[in-house]
């Protein structure tokens, strides 16, 4: 019974744990953390770890709302609730996983209360996240506005309320790591803030969005006139 279909992905899970968890513990725990602090370690920690860990949560958090939200006040696409949220179990375990990679590397990388560069950087990743999925949820909104307008769906195989759906999903769950993260760094003080190199990166990125939603809503105009 163990090795029937039931068990197959439990299996392959496990397969998995058990060929890359001892290599991944032997090199990183032995050999990697030999190099605590160099410039390497310490952007695989920001952006694979922390950076990669998060993103994981994120988009696997905002599939599982949106499939929630589809089911309760969008349209479904099979009435079958064992079908419609089949995927779910899937969606919790990267959830859970992305959570304890993001909180495992923010750890080895937290300063305390000294401010760092690396704690800086740190930061503005997590708001440059959340804020990237906000952005998208908000240009997702202008293309739910054009298919109410057109009575299209410009998202293929999607309705309209779906779209909606997906938007606010977006939001819901990239706004607060944006509003939280961004707070934090606005309550520190501003003078070293102001002259750091990470900030000046992020505010520009932040005017690179701002340009893309504004190429976005164009688009969308210039699709409503037609």
Known sequence: VLFGPKY???LQGLALLLSAGPFWAWYWLRK???AAGTTAWQAFVLLA???GGLVMAVVSASMAVYQVLVWFLGQPGTASA???FSSAPDLVSVIIVGLVVWGYHEHLISPGAQRTEISRIYDYILSAIG???GAVGVAILVVAGIEAV???SVLAGGAPVN???AAATLILVGGPVWTVTWRRVQNLPQQDEHQSATRRIYLYALVGVGGIAAVVCQIGRASCRE
Do not use: D, K, P, W
């Open 82 to 84: 064992r079908e419609h």
């Open 49 to 51: 770890g922390v950076g």
């Open 163 to 165: 779209t909606l759906l």
């Open 131 to 133: 804020l990237i999925a």
């Open 32 to 34: 990697a953390q030999a």
């Open 150 to 152: 057109t009575s299209s």
């Open 8 to 10: 197959g992905n439990l």
